[in-house]
């Protein structure tokens, strides 16, 4: 079993409302905020447990990452400009969203 990939670089570029990672295999992608934001990993989103995920509104178009926190050695928590700020989007999460090559 290898070693999941580690991020390099993550690069939140506004104007182009994008995620940019880099990996150390050398793999790297982007991801669009609202893709993003769709796929966060929150129960909110998500759902609890096995049933079906929750309705959720329309994200708006021009959303934009306010910030970003790392959660220990595994995880970035991101905070929307819709004030979404829960889920924790790990290592190997980002590079399911983002990684082309």
């Not at 995620?19 to 929150?42: C, H, M, Q, T, Y």
């Not at 447990?49 to 309705?55: I, L, R």
């Amino acid at each position: 079993m290898s070693a999941p990939a580690w991020p390099v670089r993550l690069t939140f570029r506004r104007t182009a409302r994008e995620l940019k990672a880099e990996f150390d295999d050398g793999s790297s992608g982007a991801v669009d905020f609202v893709s993003l934001r769709e796929n966060s990993p929150s129960a909110a989103v998500q759902g609890h447990g096995s049933g079906p995920k929750p309705v959720q509104p329309p994200v708006p178009a021009d959303i934009t990452v306010e910030r970003a926190e790392p959660v220990g050695r595994y995880a970035v928590r991101i905070i929307f400009s819709d004030g979404h700020s829960s889920g924790l989007y790990t290592w190997d999460l980002l590079k399911r969203l983002t990684a082309s090559a």
